[in-house]
């Protein structure tokens, strides 16, 4: 008999969490690398908050388009936009929402370690291997009186691909002539020149390693490492120190409605050059995405959150926040997700 | 268990012989289904590596194998400049490591039999082989680069530090634990009868080793070098750290270079377009298809040199 009941309040406890857990709804995303820790603390606060669990798998932004597509995820997670013909290949219609943005900084070694100034022009052709030298003279005008030594340059680029490379190579392809025609932009490269490291700890790795190398890696993996950075000269012919504010900043133009857009070489006054959203991307009707409506409901709440709430987690981290111009094109993004038609929110 | 023990003929009648047999059958279908099972594995991973790479097969054919750029932006793939890194580093890193691994099975298997000597170097090479390959790449990152590096500048090439024979290296010492342990364990195979008439010919060690116990481990001791070659084939996280990634044919053993594995690991994760998976998938099944080529050429050399 005792045993009847205890096995009756096992049964009764196991129906009551079993229940509980089937109540709570979780989200899952998976996508791009770059904002990972960003996003996993946001996730863990908006979990305390709301009680709405988020699996966020970084398997790379490439990864998280083809789970979307494969709607094996509620949501999916990239560096990248995803062009026209992209679009094309996805049986509904994807949205786009902006988080947060990010950098890419020019780093390098030198002795002295002095601050560099560079310009676009110069950057893609140490890249495609045109200036071999430091004491080349069209760096040696843009820096005066800088020690510049007779060295060597060796680039060090990224091997694995990545968004960093994308928003960098789409960068130069916008300065250069010679590297659109030549290179192009992509998230893996046909590189002239140089060597290559993966992901931003092995293109940190070689620099340190290697006197006279250039190379470049996302600003947050930059600042937390304390590595050297050049400023870049934007559109506006200033000098930019990379940092939260300037990458914010670059953020400050006219911006499209769907967001699809680069910010690298922005025509802000003092924008980063080199800049670039992340974003997360969901069905824009949640029903074609697989979503059962509850779960829709949490996944627009959530992004809801992340573009308001969630923002003040962002600098901490090192990344950049929405600029206000950004905000309000993302709240109408999420404003427009439906189901069956009719709006969420 | 007890019945039907080794040696005893099994007890037919009784039992516990019946139950005998019974296990022994389904013992043996078991090992039957497993066999077939990791037959049928293989074969599965082979089709679907086939039609993943089916893509890129039709739009580039055998341009495919000869091309020389590698260009995931204009959708140019050629496979040669991967081919010859893999190639290369393998073969270095072979020759680099046989002399090495050689000499520590014969120290273990003949000189130094037991003893502490034999277990403190034996556990050391052991260790080597348990050591995860990311930390090889870091090692040769921070300790082998610079030294690389030092002696470019000496001969007067480009100083990168990283490259083909910085990658040899490291994976040298991968492969020599492989290599040595299984060498070792042949050596000490060989009849001790043939190693004492050999001595009481009157022959040196040098001798005995020489005409008689590696003439009897030879197909042993290429099973050695096989695996470590496998192992130096398809290594992937240590060489991507240590080559230098640059999709160039290389032009000497110190200039930067790529691999297949490591193009694959590179570019996996992030390739987006439908050309550029499949190009890389198709990577994978001349990875595929080059390591099944070595092993059966492998496994020949092992036959003929056995002993009867």
Known sequence: ?345 | MESGGEGSPPLLHSREGMKGMKQDKVFKTILWLGGIFFFLLLVLMFILIFKGSLLSINTFGWKFVTGKVWDPVSEKFGLLPFVLGTILTSFISLFISLPFSLSLALFLGVYYKEGFLNKFLGTTTDLLAGIPSVIYGFWGLYFLVPLIRKLEMKIGVPPYGVGILTASLVLAIMITPFISSISKEVIKMVPQDLIEAGFSLGATTWEVIKKIILPYCCSGIFAGILLGFGRAFGETMAVTMLIGNSNFMPKSIFSPANTMASVIANEFTEATRDVHLSALIQIGLWLFILSVVVNLIGSFIVRRFEVK
């Open chain 1, 1 to 345: 008999m005792k045993r009847l009941i205890l096995a009756a309040m096992f049964m009764g406890t196991l129906l009551g969490f079993l229940s509980s857990q089937a109540l709570a709804v979780e989200l899952t995303g998976a996508g791009a690398t770059f904002p990972y820790p960003l996003y996993s603390k946001m996730f863990s606060e908006y979990y305390k908050e709301t009680g709405v669990k988020i699996n966020y798998q970084a398997i790379g932004s490439g990864g998280g388009i083809r789970q979307l597509m494969a709607k094996t995820v509620d949501f999916g997670a990239s560096d990248a936009f995803v062009d026209d013909k992209g679009l094309k290949k996805f049986s509904s219609p994807i949205l786009h929402v902006p988080i947060t943005a990010g950098a890419v900084v020019i780093t390098y070694n030198l002795p002295g370690v002095p601050k560099l100034k560079l310009t676009g022009e110069v950057i893609a052709d140490i890249f495609l291997g045109k200036i071999t030298n430091w004491s080349d003279p069209k760096i040696k005008k843009l820096n005066p009186g800088v020690n510049l030594p007779d060295l060597k340059i060796i680039v060090v680029h990224r091997s694995d691909g990545s968004g960093t490379t994308f928003i960098f190579s789409d960068y130069l392809s916008k300065v250069s002539e010679e590297w659109r025609s030549k290179v192009g932009r992509g998230k893996s490269l046909n590189w002239p020149t140089g060597l290559g490291g993966k992901g931003n700890p092995g293109v940190a790795g070689l620099v340190k390693q290697l006197p006279g190398s250039i190379g470049y890696v996302e600003l947050i993996y930059a600042l937390s490492n304390n590595m050297p950075y050049a400023k870049v000269q934007n559109k506006a012919g200033n000098f930019i120190d990379p940092s939260i504010q300037s990458v914010s900043l670059a953020a400050d133009t006219k911006l499209p409605d769907d967001m699809r857009v680069s910010l690298t070489n922005t025509s802000a006054e003092y924008g980063y050059p080199i800049s670039g959203f992340t974003w997360i991307l969901v069905y824009k009707d949640l029903k074609e995405g697989g979503l059962t409506k509850e779960k829709a409901r949490a996944l627009v709440k959530l992004l809801w959150w992340m573009v308001h709430d969630g923002q003040k987690y962002t600098e901490k981290l090192h990344y950049a926040p929405l600029s206000q111009e950004a905000k309000r094109k993302a709240e109408k993004i999420i404003k427009s997700i439906t189901y069956e038609g009719k709006p969420l929110l």
